[in-house]
């Protein structure tokens, strides 16, 4: 079970990007994906989730990033991705994408612990 995730950059405030979280060794669509960021001197938190079982597809955003940014999973590519619009300097961080082991009910996919496998950080930072 590998990820990498890439796409981070610096830019500037109300800016875009597009993280992209590529999975080798098992189906995305069989696992909740979850993204999560840390910041220097803070602990790691959990930016988004997206978990589908059978027809099912469950979503999970932070409150300080909904309405900015959009989790999407392509099966073709098996990849999930995070869209990020409306950049603010607060969401400077590290990103990480995790596989969840499992698919996620609602009320998961918030938490480190939750998340068995680890992809390495892409870095994004928003500044003027």
């Known amino acids: 079970v590998q990820l990498q995730a890439s796409g981070g950059g610096l830019v500037q405030p109300g800016s875009s990007l597009r993280l992209s979280c590529v999975a080798s060794g098992f189906s995305t669509g069989h696992y909740a994906i979850g993204w999560f960021r840390q910041a220097p001197g803070k602990e790691r938190e959990g930016v988004s989730c997206?978990?589908?079982?059978?027809?099912?597809?469950?979503?999970f955003y932070t409150d300080s990033v909904k309405g900015r940014f959009t989790t999407s999973r392509d099966s073709a590519k098996n990849t999930v991705s995070l869209q990020m619009n409306s950049l603010k300097p607060e969401d400077t961080a590290v990103y990480y994408c995790a596989n969840g082991g499992r698919p996620f009910d609602s009320g998961l996919g918030s938490r480190p612990g939750e998340y068995d496998y680890w992809g390495q950080g892409t870095l994004v930072t928003v500044s003027s």
């Open positions: 997206i978990s589908q079982e059978n027809d099912d597809v469950f979503t």
